[in-house]
């Protein structure tokens, strides 16, 4: 069977912490950092269950500032 | 996130394994000044990838508005012109008509296309200019604070209509987008949105080939994208989202409304 892992990287300096990116993960992956800001005081993206992302770009589509990028590897399990 | 799982996302984090890269020509050491959630982010967004893939990047000139995107120049990096409140399309036509070797394309907001630039676009949609006019509506002045513009809803509340706009006293929501395909210069009139992953795929598609038509001189193509201004309305980026796809899309629905390329 061949599994579909994936990653992705937030440009924490970048995120404003609308949120949207949480909204359109189908998987759960993402949240928001509740006890970290940053420079500019936002709460930023993160993944949160990164076991669970596919790297299907959901999050990186609707993100408005352009701070997600998505890695995914196939793997034969 | 114990030991195995960290080396394993090093593992998938390499440049090999990218499946979504930032647009090249987005300008990522500059942040850009919109409100968190703000749909002018993705509109940006897809603009720079469409005009990457289409290889066109060094002969692309931006006409830029007044209204939220006034700093569109500062984020997306192809040549950029200025234009006076709603003057967009003329100093377009004129870009146009000097180089015609040139792809442009203008990015207006709603007060810019249909309150003070109503006359500007019409006439050079009429006159078949081969631009492309990008119009996003978020049915509100967003940089001066939330006040009525000529796209807003019938009983929508701004800083300006307290109690929602009425009809008597405000008119009706003026849809420009719909008078677009009844004039003769037009050879693409769409309008999408970007709240979700696949709208935002469909705009894009929408996107390339509104600057294909430009590049082939077939005409005017206009792109609506029907947008949110959390801000402007008080809400949340999500709720702001579920509040476009239930009252917006009603009075703007989304789809091509024009597409001459089809019937060639």
Sequence with gaps: MIKVRGAVTVNTDRCKGCNLCVVACPTGTLALQRSEVNDRGYHFAYMANPENCTGCCSCAWVCPDACIEVYRVKTEA | MNLCDTMELE???????????????????????????????????????????????????????????????????????????????????????????????????????????????????????????????????????????????????????????????????????????????????????????????KTKACLKKAFENAIAKRGTSVVEVVATCNSGWKMSPEKANEWMAEHMFKVYPLGDLKDTTKEQ
């Design chain 2, 11 to 201: 593992e998938i984090i390499r440049e090999e394994n990218k499946v979504y890269a930032v647009p090249e020509l987005l300008d990522q050491s500059v942040h850009m000044h919109y409100c968190p959630g703000c749909s002018h982010g993705v509109v940006h967004k897809l603009i720079s990838e469409v005009i990457a893939e289409l290889g066109i990047t060094d002969h692309t000139v931006g006409v830029s508005p007044v209204g939220c995107a006034v700093f569109a120049y500062n984020y997306i990096d192809v040549d950029w012109v200025e234009a006076a409140h709603g003057r967009a399309p003329a100093v377009a036509t004129a870009l146009n008509r000097l180089w015609p070797e040139n792809v442009v394309f203008t990015y207006q907001g709603d007060g810019d296309m249909s309150a003070i630039g109503t006359a500007e676009s019409i006439h050079a949609a009429n006159r078949g200019e081969n631009i492309v006019m990008v119009f996003v509506n978020n049915a509100i002045y967003g940089m001066t604070g939330g006040q009525m513009a000529p796209t807003t809803l019938i009983g929508q509340k701004t800083a300006t209509t307290p109690y929602g706009r009425r009809v008597d006293l405000n008119g009706h929501p003026l849809e420009i987008t719909n008078l677009m395909p009844l004039l003769d210069g037009t050879c693409y009139v769409t309008r999408q949105s970007v709240h979700t992953p696949a709208a935002a795929r």
